[in-house]
């Protein structure tokens, strides 16, 4: 992907709570965010249009425009939208595929804007990258970062918990990426961004030892905030690399080969135990293995539907998803029978958890 522009402005407002939707009014009329109150609202199938109907008696001079998809023709097709007039800023209300959607439109244009998130399933809902589908294949696109963030716990509450579970395989998918950023940085001698990293890992590791599960909202404000953290460490070194590694690879490789598999952060996080497997690194294996498991997200190809020689392939695939990447998958290079030995050795691994 494109470098992102780097950046390390924080969002202006972030907000975590339960009914924090219902301030939103009063946010969209800070003077840095919108000087006139005329703004665009984006929103997707289901909760979005809800939560606009909600706000709508605040927000008299916003238009409500609906996208679905989550493709770059609908982004684009948002974004001749949004010129029919002029706007302070866009407001994105909904899951990834909207919030991504209008984030690129709007960066398009030129235009603030703030994410409102329904649910959890990556850290998008603060980073500085659109997930966008063109011709069939997944791509990112470097964006400009949300200027304000908003989770209403009561609305992701309300959501479907498969999709709100898959944003723990995100964050704790950073601890594989930094270890790959680190095997980068002694092999290549790529830089790393010390402030990117703190972020990223921060977020994971509360993630990763927090007791409580998706029905506890302390829980889920943890995981929140490490999503938002995820997505501000990329804004600070201006790449996805203290978030993305040979994790994201898989991930992006299953994306390409076997799509509509499972989700990002299924995929990712599968993907970062198997890289943090191939790196040899028992403890936080162990760590990593326990919190899928506990949370109820695969660990193992077979957990996703994916055969034995479907997982050979994705992992010889892989390292062509991210060419300037350097990852625990470029550096061992394993051959398709090397692949299937790791693997054989990676699911008795898991399987004794």
């Known amino acids: ?16 709570r339960r009914g924090a939707v219902s301030d939103l009014g009063a946010i969209l009329a800070d003077g840095r965010i919108s000087a006139g109150g005329d703004v665009a609202v984006v929103v997707g199938p289901g909760q979005g249009e809800k939560i606009a109907e909600l706000i709508r008696p605040s927000l ?29 800023a866009v407001v994105a209300i909904g899951g990834g595929k909207t919030v991504d959607t209008a984030k690129y439109a709007a960066t398009r244009y030129a235009l603030p804007m703030v994410s409102v998130a329904t649910s959890l399933a990556n850290d998008g809902v603060a980073s500085p990258v659109a997930s966008l589908v063109n011709d069939g294949i997944k791509g990112s696109y470097g964006v400009h970062i949300p200027i304000a963030v908003i989770v209403d716990l009561d609305f992701v509450e309300n959501g479907p918990e498969r999709i709100n579970r898959s944003g723990i395989g995100d964050v704790i998918s950073n ?20 402030l990117a990293a703190s972020l990223a890992r921060m977020g994971a590791e509360a993630v990763l030892n ?46 390409s ?20 497997f191939l790196r040899g690194d028992e403890r936080r294996f162990g760590e990593m293995s326990d919190c899928l498991a506990r949370h109820q997200l695969p660990r193992t190809p077979a957990d996703v539907g994916l055969d034995v020689e479907q997982f050979v392939q994705i992992v010889e695939f892989a390292p062509r ?16 029978e090397e692949i299937r030995r790791k693997l054989a050795d990676y699911v008795d691994a898991v399987a004794k958890r």
């Open 321 to 336: 998803t991210r060419p300037d990447r350097y990852t625990i998958l470029e550096h061992l290079a394993m051959t398709p």
């Open 257 to 276: 080969l076997f799509p509509d598999t499972a989700s990002h952060g299924e995929l990712a996080g599968m993907g970062a135990l198997f890289c943090t």
């Open 60 to 88: 008299k001079s916003a238009d409500v425009y609906t996208t679905v998809g989550g493709t770059l023709d609908a982004a684009i097709e948002l974004g001749a939208k949004l010129r029919s007039r002029s706007y302070d």
């Open 175 to 194: 601890i594989s990426a930094l270890a790959d950023w680190e095997l980068a940085r002694e092999v290549r001698g790529e830089p790393v961004d010390g």
């Open 1 to 16: 992907m494109p470098l992102l522009a780097r950046s390390v402005q924080t969002p202006l407002h972030i907000d975590v």
């Open 210 to 255: 927090m007791p409580g599960d998706m029905t506890d909202d302390a829980f889920v404000t943890v995981l929140a905030e490490a999503l938002i953290s995820s997505g501000l460490a990329m804004a600070v070194c201006g790449s996805s690399r203290p978030s993305s590694g040979g994790c994201h690879e898989i991930m992006h490789a299953t994306d």
